[in-house]
Each structure stands twice: as structure tokens, then as C-alpha cells.
């Protein structure tokens, strides 16, 4: 595939998964037609080496593994971790919210989004309800309106004169419900948003007990510039990682490949990552205990694993904006569509230290691929990532790396179509080398 058919492969991925939930449903069905095989937590596993797993965890974080034909000990795991959220706006319990003859949806801010970005944008509803089956069981199902939905109107300038020196600022409690409908006289505010998810999910609304919704925005991925040499979609941070790692693992030459080979995308990541789904959760050290416990003979064999093991933490990077200068380090401008990214922070936000930082270098180099130095400006807070939290769990190596990119955390982010085939190259390198 051409880089730019990689990044259009990409975009797909990205608008069939507009919510986390939606994110491992894509992802799930892409393992289907490599034959992978579903475990569950609950039940014994029997693995078999050159078998092909994952496991989902409360729907919106996945663990994919190919069980290595050598052993653990000899090879390691290799890991690609990356995260399945995004930052945006979540829809309160008691939604609906009536007054002056419209019906508004309280909403909560997840992560940390650019929240001006979400004003005069085709905004809609993904996620899950959770609801009694015809047997009173308690199952979930996913739900997308997909269509324009709601809205967050700007305030005319005529009312915000100072906007434009000022900028958006828009009160997180009054001035982010956001408007859905026209509500009659005789309507309740809560019914209406429960009769609109039956409609939607064709769920009796007595069955639905409750849900997860996000808010998205439904306009599709672009390619644009000159050449159209960048392209832009909502999520790319981190839904262009996860698609990078996935498509370096879905090659038959990686798969075929004798070491264990394991992808984890985890939710939470832009909250901080504490849950039982996320990076600092024990998902990731339950299924890598498992494996080995399935193949190796002694106790401390999977100590022994750990200590041969290598991780990337894939995340995006601060693509260098011209307008900007003063908001980058002047060293360590970063540009799109010139290779991925390695970010170091001597305060461990990221996982990269000198051994890792090296390794991959030298994968980029034998894949043929370039690679870019980042580092924040030193009197600048640092954002953070998986990696620290997975390395420090697990105790293994690992190495930040990302694409640049635009805008991070607004709703409609850019990069670099090179940069995803690059990225994508070094990560099958990585896969396909003992380290
Ligand atoms: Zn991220």
C-alpha cells in the first residue's frame, strides 16, 4: 500500500470509530479476517504457539497477541502500546435540560480538549447503552446517531467584541450544553432524550438502564494542501497510532514471524489511565501473565520474559506551526511528513531513555525510515503518555514515539500523509527483529 492509500485506510478507521467503544469494535473487526481468536477473562485459555488472540476489556480496550512459536524467554514480548481515546465532551447522566423552548444536553469534559473547536461544528452522539435483554440479562450495545445531531453555536461577535483578541473562552458548567432539539410545552426534558435513544438503538427506553456517550464530530477524514500532502480527521490523537501498530501486525510475512508479538490499546489514557481498562491498570500484566503461564515451565520464567521485553508507546507529537515559534523549543522543531518522532523529557513524561531512544533509531535506519528529536520547551508543563505508566508496571524498556501533528486535542487535528507509511515501516521493522 502507497502511503497515501495507508492514510485513506486510516481515515476509514477512524470515521467507522467515533468513540472508544467503536474504536475496538473497528479494530476487532480487522482481526477477523486474520483469523485471530477472541479470549475471554473469565474462562481458562489454551494457547497454542503461532496462535493468533485478543482480549477486550469492558469493551473499549484490547489486547492483541500472536503467541510466539519460540520461547519467552529467548524472545520476549514485543509490545506497541497506544491509546483508543480521545479528548471531548461526554453526555451527563441527566441529560436533557429545557428551557426558553430548547432542549439542551448537559455534557462533561473529558481529558483535556481545545474546547473552542467544538463550537459551529456538525456535532453528533457514539457510544454504548447498557440495557436488559429478553432473558433480564445485562448486556451492552453500541450506539451511533451518526448525523448532525447538535450544536454548540458560537455567540455572534456583535455580543463577544473581544473575541478575536481575547479568543473563545466559553464557561465549562453554563456554557457548553449543547442544543438538540426544539422542545413542545408538553414534553419532559429527560423522556425526550430517552424516546431519541429508543428510536435510535430500537431499545424499549424502560430497558435501557444507562449509558457511555460521547460527542463527535461528523465530518470525514480530508486529504488537503497543495499536493494534498497532509490530511485531517477528529482522534488522530491516538487513533492513528493504534491504526499504525495495527497495520504493522496485519502483515503475513510479521505474522509468521516465530516471537511473541502483543498490541494494547487502552482507553482512559487522556484521564489519566487509572481504571481496570487502562495503562495503569492490570489488563496489560494480566494478559502477558497468562501468556506465559500458558507456555513457560517455571516460576520465574516470566520475570525472565519481562526482562527480555521491549515496548513502543506510540503517541502523536507537536508538529512545528510557523505561526507559533515562540511555543517550541528552537532546537527541536519537528516537522511533518519528515519521520517519527522520539520524545524525550528528563522527567520521565515519556518512557524514552538513552538504550531505547538508540534501538529504535537503529530500526528507522534499517527500515530506511527518518526520524526527528523532540523536547519540550523547558518552561513548559510536558503532556504525557502511556509510556511511563506501562514501563514502570511492567518494569520492561520502552521508547515515546508519535507522528507530528497539528492541533493537538482540538476536534479536527492534521499531519503529514508521509509520516504514517514511515511510521508504519519502522513498527513492522520492530516486530520483525529480535531485540
Ligand atoms: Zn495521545
Known amino acids: 500500500m502507497s502511503a497515501r492509500q495507508q492514510v485513506q485506510n486510516l481515515l476509514d478507521f477512524i470515521d467507522a470509530s467515533p468513540s472508544p467503544w467503536h474504536a475496538v469494535n473497528s479494530v476487532e473487526a480487522r482481526l477477523a479476517a486474520f483469523r485471530f481468536v477472541k479470549l475471554d477473562e473469565t474462562v481458562q485459555w489454551d494457547l497454542q504457539p503461532g496462535g493468533r488472540y485478543y482480549v477486550i476489556r469492558d469493551d473499549s480496550s484490547i489486547v492483541i497477541f500472536v503467541q510466539g512459536q519460540k520461547p519467552l524467554v529467548e524472545t520476549g514480548f514485543k509490545i506497541i502500546g497506544a491509546h483508543t481515546d480521545s479528548p471531548g465532551l461526554r453526555i451527563k447522566p441527566n441529560a436533557g435540560m429545557g428551557s426558553d423552548g430548547l432542549l439542551r444536553l448537559g455534557v462533561e469534559i473529558y481529558g483535556g480538549p481545545i474546547l473552542a473547536t467544538f463550537t459551529d461544528r456538525d456535532l453528533s452522539l457514539a457510544g454504548r447503552i447498557s440495557y436488559k435483554d429478553d432473558k433480564n440479562a445485562i448486556v451492552s450495545r453500541l450506539v451511533n446517531f451518526d448525523r448532525p445531531l447538535l450544536r454548540l453555536p458560537n455567540l455572534a461577535i456583535h455580543m463577544n467584541r473581544a473575541v478575536n483578541e481575547d479568543g473563545l473562552k466559553l464557561h465549562k458548567q453554563n456554557e457548553l450544553p449543547l442544543i ?35 460527542v463527535y464530530d461528523t465530518q470525514k477524514g480530508a486529504f488537503w494542501g497543495a499536493e494534498n500532502e497532509f490530511y485531517a480527521d477528529s482522534q488522530l490523537d491516538n487513533l492513528a497510532s493504534c491504526h499504525a501498530a495495527l497495520q504493522a501486525l496485519l502483515d503475513d510475512a510479521v505474522l509468521e514471524n516465530d516471537h511473541t508479538l502483543v498490541c494494547a490499546f487502552f482507553d482512559h489514557e487522556e484521564i489519566g489511565s487509572e481504571s481496570n481498562k487502562g495503562a495503569d491498570g492490570s489488563f496489560l500484566a494480566d494478559v502477558l501473565q497468562r501468556i506465559a503461564l500458558a507456555t513457560e515451565k517455571n516460576k520465574d520464567d516470566f520475570a525472565r520474559a519481562l526482562a527480555k521485553s521491549f515496548m513502543i508507546s506510540a503517541d502523536m507529537a507537536h508538529a512545528y506551526q510557523p505561526n507559533f515559534p515562540l511555543a517550541y523549543d528552537a532546537e527541536h522543531k519537528v516537522a511533518v511528513n519528515k519521520g517519527p518522532v522520539i520524545k524525550v523529557n528528563a522527567n520521565h513524561r515519556y518512557s524514552t531513555e538513552s538504550i531505547s531512544q538508540a534501538l529504535f533509531v537503529d530500526w528507522c535506519e534499517q527500515a530506511g525510515v527518518p526520524y526527528q528529536k523532540y523536547s519540550h520547551r523547558t518552561d513548559l508543563a510536558c503532556g504525557s503518555t502511556i509510556g511511563p505508566i506501562t514501563s514502570a508496571r511492567l518494569g520492561i524498556r520502552s521508547v515515546d514515539v508519535g507522528n507530528p501533528l497539528w492541533a493537538m486535542h482540538s476536534i479536527r487535528e492534521s499531519a503529514g500523509v508521509l ?9 513492522k521493522k520492530f516486530l520483525s527483529v529480535l531485540v
Do not use: K, N
Open 419 to 427: 509520516d504514517h507509511g514511515y511510521m508504519i515501516r519502522v513498527l
Open 180 to 214: 438538540l432539539s426544539v422542545l413542545a410545552e408538553e414534553c419532559l426534558p429527560q423522556a425526550y432524550f430517552s424516546q431519541i435513544l429508543q428510536q435510535q438503538t430500537a431499545c424499549e427506553a424502560e430497558r435501557i438502564l444507562s449509558w457511555d456517550m460521547a
